[in-house]
């Protein structure tokens, strides 16, 4: 995605919506080092830590590093949430980039009330809801960072206001539909996988489920890249997109297959490097797959508006807007 060469107020909230979902992801990436090593109480208050905004020594101690500072990133992403909202607002973007703007803020301070909730009760199940949770605000800002790209909708609307249908260039002609519907599939998919890998963290229990999503995410990923390259073979975004999701896929399978091997026995020290490092990267390769599944979704879909039929103006139409 590139940002749009139109205006600068487009440029900035692009700009803007692109480092707030940069920011969320290291913070997804540590939030799953914090359940990795179990520290989610390890400062058992909230908002503070220890009763301080900085406690001493805790750059120290792994656990309270983790833990800490996934806090104060949290707070990063939600004044950067916050400006994108402000931004979007002063500079009056389209209608749908406010709407999301404000549904993006809402869903970060959601966010971190259900992380201080989930210490202050010391909940498990909020601890589970806390990180399904954090996929779905990274899936928004995901999202913001298309709408206001080059990719995504012109900034006056899908259709130019006072124009007829968008023409469809040929390396469009064919019917998106069965492309958005197999994305939109491995979108859900996809989130199922991450919710059951969230419950076997933070509840545990047998991972057949986990694995037997995991085969049927797999033929929906390879049915969505076949329509992909079948049917609109010379439409750039969307080839990349499906590639780069099925190449993800791939890696994320095998290195599920590792974690399985490291974790599958159950003895020993449960926070040795590798069974601490090896869920965490696997938590978040399924972040980025999840955000490639959604572009596709967006960029089939989008497809799949342009080529509506648009039933023509009758002449009395015609001479109003004449």
Not at 46 to 63: E, Q, R, Y
Not at 78 to 97: E, H, I, K, N, S
Not at 178 to 202: D, K, M
Not at 283 to 312: C, D, F, S, T, Y
């Amino acid at each position: 995605m590139k940002e749009r060469p139109d205006a600068p107020a487009s440029r900035q909230l692009y700009r803007l919506a692109l480092l707030t979902a940069a920011v969320t992801f290291p913070l997804l990436c540590l939030g799953g080092l914090v359940t990795s090593l179990d520290a989610g109480l390890v400062f058992p208050d909230w908002p503070l830590s220890a009763g301080s905004l900085n406690p001493s020594g805790w750059t120290a101690n792994l656990d309270q590093a983790a833990e800490h500072g996934h806090r104060l990133l949290g707070a990063l992403v939600g004044l950067c949430a916050l400006a994108l909202l402000v931004t979007a607002l002063r500079r009056r973007a389209p209608r749908a980039v406010r709407r999301l703007a404000w549904i993006v803020f809402a869903a970060v301070s959601l966010q971190g009330l259900l992380g201080g909730l989930r210490v202050t009760e010391q909940s498990t199940q909020l601890a589970l809801w806390h990180g399904c949770f954090a996929q779905v605000v990274f899936c928004l800002m995901v999202a913001t960072v298309w709408l206001t790209s080059r990719d995504g909708p012109s900034p006056s609307g899908l259709r130019p206001s006072g124009s007829g249908p968008r023409r469809t260039s040929p390396k469009q002609q064919n019917d998106a539909r069965p492309l958005f519907a197999a994305s939109v599939a491995v979108v859900l998919l996809v989130f199922l996988q991450l919710i059951l890998g969230a419950q076997l963290r933070h509840v545990g229990g047998p991972a057949y489920s986990h694995i037997l999503g995991a085969v049927i995410t797999l033929g929906a990923v390879g049915w969505a890249l076949f329509l992909a390259l079948r049917r609109h073979g010379p439409d750039a975004p969307v080839v990349e997109a499906a590639t780069s999701l099925a190449g993800l896929f791939l890696l994320q399978v095998f290195l599920g297959l590792i974690v399985f091997s490291t974790l599958g026995t159950g003895a020993g020290d449960p926070h040795t490097t590798a069974r601490v490092v090896l869920p965490t990267l696997h938590l978040a390769l399924g972040a980025l797959i999840l955000a490639r599944a959604l572009l596709l979704a967006l960029h089939a879909g989008r497809r799949v508006w342009e080529q509506r039929p648009v039933a023509p103006m009758s002449p009395m139409n015609t001479e109003t807007a004449s």
